[in-house]
């Protein structure tokens, strides 16, 4: 097989770790009920003017990887019993791209007379932002084949559901300002403080774990991501996504394993 680029070769030898497959190993770990997903798109500013134009196709091919990785993250949380996935990117642009775009055509999606012979997961998704959509729900097709099982093994199709939610900067503090107006004079409790901002950035719990991806830096910075998000959760930095450009199943399975090992979860 030849590898175009240098970050081809380092993604198939990171691969070769789990023979590019999701270990059923992922059954015996800990699951989080809900995963968030922050990717870093934009290369940092500064620097000579000449850069600019690189930086910008930098951008385009870190988006492109983002939005081929939400569908393999799809995936991979119903395979593991993870049923929300948020995903976050400071300008919307993934946001943008899943519901004003095109993507869903090169989506494994399952037709509508395939429906009964496919093991499939239902996906269920909601975009946050100042007017978000109605809610849009799609029959995505999971990859038993590169499970090494039978499809009999596998947990009934009826009970695979993923909602994911669809985030940007616009959701941070605006979110919990838009509802801290709302409720004066009236003095709220923190908790249905809480359940009115879930309720307004079209989350349904409190992540428990969240990844970040594509950081430039060895410090890990949340880029935006909604500070009344990070009450209760667990952070890990996916450094190597920047230069491997993708999202592998040694990733997913290494995040379990943080979670798993755990041993209170007080989040920041």
Known sequence: MAYRTL????????????GGKLSLKIWQLAKPRHLAVLFQLHAPEGGPAALQHHRELQSKMRSADALRDIVLLLQWCAIAGIRELTIFDTGGILRDAIVHGNVYTEWPLVDGDDKLSACYSTVQVHAGGIDPPAPKTLKLRLPIDQLAMHASSFPPKHILFTRLNLLSAADDKQVALNVLNKARPAPLMPAALQAQILASA???????????????SETLILHGFPYWALRTVEMRCISSWRWLGRMTPTHFYDTLVQYTDAEQRFGT
């Open 202 to 216: 079209t989350l349904s719990c409190l992540p428990d774990m969240l990844l970040v991806c594509g950081s430039d």
């Open 7 to 18: 970050r081809d070769v380092a993604a198939a030898l990171h691969c070769a770790r789990d």
